[in-house]
């Protein structure tokens, strides 16, 4: 399985981006699928994930009420709406896959086997 990371940009506080993550193969339906991003200096940190099975979605604090993680498996492939951007969003964002059954290991970079080469996401104050 390939990811394939899209959509970053640079932008203003208070703008929306939309970031995609196409997957080739067809079991795209059978992932769970997150999206990482890493500021400078900084660790690689959950942003958004949702399971295969339910579709069930979880977000970080921070983001919770800006950020819509969805999927789109006819397409196979992942988006991350966010909109009103902070500067504390700008990092590289990488999007991740899993075929395994995640539930409670959602938020770990450990559980993803799969990942997108990262699109690059600055908002600007």
């Known amino acids: 399985v390939q990811l394939q990371a899209s959509g970053g940009g640079v932008v203003q506080t208070g703008a929306s981006l939309r970031l995609s993550c196409a997957a080739s193969?067809?079991?795209?339906?059978?992932?769970?699928v997150a999206w990482f991003r890493q500021a400078p200096g900084k660790e690689r940190e959950f942003v958004a994930g949702?399971?295969?099975?339910?579709?069930?979605?979880y977000y970080t604090d921070s983001v919770k009420g800006r950020f819509t993680i969805s999927r789109d498996n006819a397409e196979n492939t992942a988006y991350l709406q966010m909109n009103n951007l902070k500067p504390e969003d700008t990092a590289v964002y990488y999007c991740?896959?899993?075929?395994?059954?995640?539930?409670?290991?959602?938020?770990?970079?450990?559980?993803?086997?799969?990942w997108g080469q990262g699109t690059q996401v600055t908002v600007s104050s």
């Open positions: 949702v399971l295969r099975s339910s579709g069930t979605t």
């Open positions: 991740a896959a899993s075929y395994a059954t995640i539930v409670s290991g959602v938020r770990s970079h450990r559980s993803y086997a799969y």
């Open positions: 193969g067809r079991t795209f339906r059978s992932m769970t």
